[in-house]
């Protein structure tokens, strides 16, 4: 009961039992260990693309914000020196961790669950429907909550859920903005904060909002829930924090928006955490859908016991690729100019070179004309001096007449 966003839960359950003993803060953890069910207990067998495995061999425990549950091929989930050579992911050389790949789709070409039922372990007065909460992630998540399946025990159906992938990928030039002006962050610039939360493994943006939420529990309650790690200065929360956990009903659900955010008055605020969690600019996403259908193919000799079928696989065999990039560089800025001259001006490379030659052209001139008039002689500048100031010829009248008049007379007199 002592899960998110149910903490309020868990003060009603406590109310009704006054006579609660106080949990063992120091080893609750080891407590809720031995208590959950174990693999055998849970899974009756299991199928990887149609290849039968012992479940233990191929499933790992996690731990999520809903407690202690059991994972496939997740690089958030525990390893343990008791986990088999090919229990997914694979371990590198390097330290590394390398998840199964899959290139088919359609039905039973993925992941297949046959579990048993656990009726046994519901409180006989508990008369909520019983069955099993199915989280799909990508390996490097951390498994998120709110995306989750309700998948229920009942008799002759079967649960298919088909995984749809998009990949988000960054171009180089990003690199060249800074992480407030791109509104998201790159992998090769950030690391992760904390030591003991497995998001250290991974940057996706919902598991940042997660560990924000596990810190605002510790602010408000001085206490982690006991399916996370514990710092030394830490204790995992109890009975006694049951009060003040059943107030982050409402902190944990809202984070704190930019004041020029759109529609988010102020008369709406109330308790929200601080959580900074940026876009990621590169990421894989899954989108998922879930369909029942009867489960007449599996016969009931060979599973005698009431049971629940599930399977997962990728609905097509492709991924759909975007690649987030700059708008505008450097280069396009350019272009665009480039461009624009050339629209509006006739500009080209051609017109730049014409423009050239003929201001050479124009220079090589006026050059030669100035040395022409320097090189002619004294004598000659005279002669030229003197018809220019000393006309030899006196027109009396107009040099031209509209045709109707007749023609002008020049009468030649000599000035002299």
Same mark, same amino acid.
């Given at each position: 009961?002592?899960?998110?966003p149910?903490?309020?839960?868990?003060?009603?359950?406590a109310?009704?039992?006054?006579?609660l003993?106080?949990?063992?803060?120091?080893?609750?953890?080891d407590?809720?260990?031995k208590?959950m069910p174990?693999?055998?207990?849970m899974?009756?067998?299991?199928y990887w693309?149609?290849?039968?495995?012992n479940?233990?061999?191929i499933?790992?425990?996690q731990?999520t914000?809903?407690?202690f549950?059991?994972?496939?091929?997740s690089?958030?989930?525990?390893r343990?020196?008791?986990d088999?050579?090919y229990n997914p992911?694979i371990?590198?050389p390097?330290?590394?961790l390398m998840?199964?790949?899959?290139?088919?789709?359609g039905?039973?070409?993925?992941?297949?669950?046959?579990?048993k039922?656990?009726?046994?372990e519901?409180f006989?007065?508990d008369?909520?429907?019983k069955?099993?909460?199915i989280?799909?992630?990508?390996p490097?998540d951390?498994?998120d909550?709110?995306s989750?399946?309700?998948?229920?025990?009942?008799?002759n159906?079967?649960?298919?859920?088909?995984?749809s992938?998009s990949?988000?990928?960054?171009d180089?030039s990003?690199n060249?903005?800074?992480e407030n002006d791109r509104k998201c962050?790159l992998?090769?610039e950030r690391?992760t904060r904390s030591?003991?939360?497995?998001?250290?493994?991974?940057?996706?943006?919902?598991?940042c909002?997660?560990?924000c939420?596990?810190?605002a529990?510790?602010?408000m309650?001085?206490c /982690?829930?006991?399916y996370f790690y514990?710092?030394?200065?830490?204790?995992?929360?109890?009975?006694?924090?049951?009060q003040?956990l059943s107030?982050l009903?409402?902190?944990?659900r809202n984070?704190?928006?930019?004041e020029?955010e759109l529609?988010d008055?102020?008369?709406?605020a109330?308790?929200?955490?601080n959580?900074?969690c940026?876009?990621p600019?590169?990421f894989?996403?899954y /989108?998922?859908?879930?369909?029942?259908?009867?489960?007449?193919f599996l016969p009931? /000799?060979?599973f005698?016991h009431?049971y629940?079928?599930i399977?997962v696989h990728?609905?097509?065999?492709?991924?759909?690729s975007y690649?987030?990039?700059?708008?505008?560089? /450097?280069?396009?800025l350019?272009v665009t100019f480039?461009?624009m001259?050339?629209?509006?001006?006739?500009c080209s490379?051609?017109s730049v070179v014409?423009?050239?030659?003929v201001?050479?052209?124009?220079l090589?001139?006026?050059k030669?004309?100035y040395t022409?008039v320097?090189?002619?002689?004294?004598p000659?500048?005279?002669?030229?001096s003197?018809?220019?100031?000393h006309?030899?010829?006196?027109?009396?009248k107009?040099?031209?007449?509209?045709?109707?008049?007749r023609?002008?007379?020049i009468?030649?007199?000599?000035?002299?």
């Open positions: 009961m002592l899960q998110y149910y903490y309020r839960d868990l003060r009603v359950f109310e009704a039992n006054p006579d003993i106080d949990l063992p803060v120091d080893n609750i953890t407590l809720m260990l208590l174990t693999v055998d207990e899974f009756s067998t299991c693309r149609g290849t039968g495995f479940c233990s061999d499933l790992r425990l731990r914000e809903e407690g549950c059991y994972s496939f091929n690089k958030t989930s525990e343990m020196t008791t088999s050579e992911p371990a590198k390097d330290g590394g998840p199964l790949r899959n290139n088919v789709a039905k039973m070409t993925g992941l297949e669950l046959i579990m039922s656990l009726i046994t519901y006989p007065e008369k909520r429907s069955g099993y909460n989280m799909v992630h990508t490097e951390f498994p909550i709110s989750s399946y309700k998948v229920y025990s009942e008799l159906q079967s649960s298919r859920i088909s995984v992938v990949i988000i990928r960054a180089e990003l060249r903005l800074s962050f992998y090769e690391t030591k003991n939360f497995p998001t250290a493994r991974s940057n996706a943006e919902d598991n909002y997660s560990e939420r596990l810190r529990t510790y602010k309650c001085n /982690t829930p006991y514990e710092e030394e200065s830490e204790q995992h929360c109890g009975i006694e924090h049951i003040c107030k009903k409402v902190l944990q984070v704190q928006v930019s020029e529609g008055p102020k008369w709406k109330q308790d929200y955490m959580c900074s940026p876009h600019c590169s894989v996403g /989108t998922t859908e879930i369909r029942n259908h009867p489960k007449d009931h /000799t060979q005698p009431a629940t079928h399977e990728y609905k097509e065999r492709f991924a759909i690649l987030r990039s700059m708008m505008y560089t /450097t280069q396009d350019l480039g461009g001259a050339s629209l509006f001006l006739g490379l051609v014409e423009i050239i030659y201001i050479y052209k124009s090589i001139m006026l030669h004309k022409k320097q090189t002619v002689s004294k000659d500048q005279q002669l030229i003197y018809r220019r100031h006309n030899m010829y006196h027109f009396c107009p040099l031209y007449k509209p045709p109707s008049i023609l002008p007379e009468c030649e007199k000599d000035k002299y």
